[in-house]
C-alpha cells in the first residue's frame, strides 16, 4: 500500500521561512505533490518533482529526495494568507494508471 | 482559467436516500477523479475515469458508490442508499493528459450532510 507522514501542524510568524516535510512509502512512484487548501476551499495544486532535487515557484520551493523516500515544501517570507493546510500527494502508477493519493494534510498558521 | 464546476454546493439528505453528484471537468480533459475529504481529514481517492471506464478505484468504493459521464461535459457521482458516515465534502477533478506531471485540477467540491 502507500502511506505518506507529514507533521500535523506548523506555526510561524509573517516574514519567516517555513519548512514542511514528507515522507512516503510506496510502490510505482513517480513523483511527489504538494497542494494548498485553504478552510471551505478546494486543493490547489502548489509544485510536482519527478526527479532529485529543488523546484523554485517563487516564494514556493519544493525538494524531492527518492532514495529517501522524502520531500519538503518550503515557504519563504510567509503572508497571512499562506495560513492553510498543506497536502503532500504521492503520484504512483497502478494497474489502471495513475493515481494521486494524498497525505494527511499539515495545517500552518502564520502569526503577525 | 478554465474551471472545474461542481453542483449543488450543498446536499442535505436522509439516511438511505440516494444522491448524484454532478461535476463538469475542463473541458479539454481526459481524466476524471472523484475524492472526498471527511471534515477535519484528509483527502481521500475514491475512483479515476478514462475512456468512459473505471480506470482505478480505491476500498472506499463499494457498490453503493458509481460514476457515469452520462454526456460530453458532465461526469456524475452517484451514492445509493446514503449512510451517516458518507457525511463529507466531495470533491471532483481533471487532468488533461496522464502523465504523471500533470497537476490535478479540484472543483470547489459539494458538501454531503446525510441525517
Known amino acids: 500500500g502507500q502511506s505518506l507522514e507529514q507533521p500535523s501542524e506548523v506555526t510561524a510568524v509573517e516574514g519567516a521561512i517555513v519548512q514542511i516535510n514528507c515522507t512516503y512509502q510506496?510502490?510505482?512512484?513517480?513523483?511527489l505533490s504538494w497542494y494548498q487548501q485553504h478552510d471551505g476551499g478546494a486543493p490547489t495544486f502548489l509544485s510536482y518533482?519527478?526527479?532529485?532535487g529543488l523546484e523554485e515557484t517563487g516564494r514556493f520551493s519544493s525538494f524531492l529526495s527518492r532514495s529517501d523516500s522524502y520531500g519538503y515544501l518550503l515557504l519563504q517570507e510567509l503572508q497571512m494568507k499562506d495560513s492553510a493546510s498543506y497536502f503532500c500527494?504521492?503520484?504512483?502508477?497502478?494497474?489502471?494508471?495513475?493515481?494521486?493519493?494524498f497525505g494527511a494534510g499539515t495545517r500552518l498558521f502564520v502569526k503577525a | 482559467e478554465p474551471e472545474v464546476t461542481q453542483t449543488p454546493s450543498h446536499q442535505v439528505t436522509q439516511m438511505g436516500q440516494e444522491v448524484i453528484l454532478r461535476c463538469v471537468p475542463i473541458?479539454?480533459?481526459?481524466?476524471f477523479y472523484w475524492y472526498r475529504q471527511i471534515l477535519g481529514q484528509k483527502v481521500e481517492f475514491l475512483v479515476s475515469?478514462?475512456?468512459?471506464?473505471?480506470?482505478?478505484k480505491s476500498e472506499i468504493f463499494d457498490d453503493q458508490f458509481s460514476v457515469e459521464r452520462p454526456d460530453g461535459s458532465n461526469f456524475t457521482l452517484k451514492i445509493r442508499s446514503t449512510k451517516l458516515e458518507d457525511s463529507a465534502m466531495y470533491f471532483c477533478?481533471?487532468?488533461?493528459?496522464?502523465?504523471?506531471?500533470?497537476?490535478?485540477?479540484f472543483g470547489n467540491g459539494t458538501r454531503l450532510t446525510v441525517t
Open positions: 477533478a481533471s487532468t488533461d493528459r496522464e502523465a504523471s506531471v500533470s497537476p490535478l485540477h
Open positions: 510506496t510502490s510505482g512512484f513517480y513523483g
Open positions: 518533482n519527478g526527479l532529485d
Open positions: 500527494a504521492v503520484r504512483w502508477r497502478g494497474a489502471g494508471g495513475f493515481k494521486t493519493i
Open positions: 473541458s479539454n480533459h481526459l481524466y
Open positions: 475515469f478514462y475512456n468512459n471506464e473505471i480506470s482505478e
